[in-house]
T-cell receptor
């Protein structure tokens, strides 16, 4: 049973560019959440997708956007990259219809903005 | 606004010791609480989920407790091993699905 997968593993971009990160949830999961983890910090919630809609959003600017596909996979897009966007981006998935259930995380995408 | 604090930020102990990691949160209106382990540069591995109606949850050498009224959780690790070295993160569910994390405790077990 494949767990949560993310691609790419690492990414280097320059300021002002745009980036797309991808996530495939664990088999049987339909809800995908994205988190940003700066070095030495705990992850911070960006947003969550369910039934192809953004269901909940954290305190991140509109430069951060996402999408969920019919197969439940998801993309995170970041426009006009800033140096401060350098971080580990984590994707998490959970079972459908369960409140506050165990969140399963992927290995993350390390984004470096130069 | 929910804030989660983990103390200490770093801990170093000799192999074989039992140890306790602490987590506190400011808003007791949480759903559940989840403990994670993170190895350097890697993703998060779920260790335990404690439901808001529970006071304890056990998995192998790990035991997590939850006291909602005081806004505290502890993770007890028995008979520590070098392989337990990692950063341990505590997170509370704020709302149905959003996790609010602490900054973690970096644990080093010395052989």
């Amino acid at each position: 049973d494949a767990g949560v997968t993310q691609s790419p593993t690492h990414l280097i971009k320059t300021r002002g560019q745009q980036v797309t990160l991808r996530c495939s949830p664990k088999s049987g999961h339909d809800t995908v959440s994205w988190y940003q983890q700066a070095l030495g910090q705990g992850p911070q919630f960006i947003f969550q997708y369910y039934e192809e809609e953004e269901r909940q959003r954290g305190n991140f600017p509109d430069r951060f956007s996402g999408h969920q596909f019919p197969n439940y996979s998801s993309e995170l897009n970041v426009n006009a990259l800033l140096l401060g966007d350098s971080a580990l981006y984590l994707c998490a998935s959970s079972f459908p219809g369960r409140v506050a259930d165990t969140q399963y995380f992927g290995p993350g995408t390390r984004l470096t903005v130069l | 606004k929910q804030e989660v604090t983990q103390i200490p930020a770093a801990l170093s102990v000799p192999e074989g010791e039992n140890l306790v990691l602490n987590c506190s949160f400011t808003d007791s209106a949480i759903y559940n609480l989840q403990w994670f382990r993170q190895d350097p540069g890697k993703g998060l591995t779920s260790l335990l989920l404690i439901q808001s109606s529970q006071r304890e949850q056990t998995s192998g050498r790990l035991n997590a407790s939850l006291d909602k009224s005081s806004g505290r959780s502890t993770l007890y690790i028995a008979a520590s091993q070098p392989g337990d070295s990692a950063t341990y993160l505590c997170a509370v569910f704020q709302g149905a699905q959003k996790l609010v994390f602490g900054q973690g405790t970096r644990l080093t077990i010395n052989p």
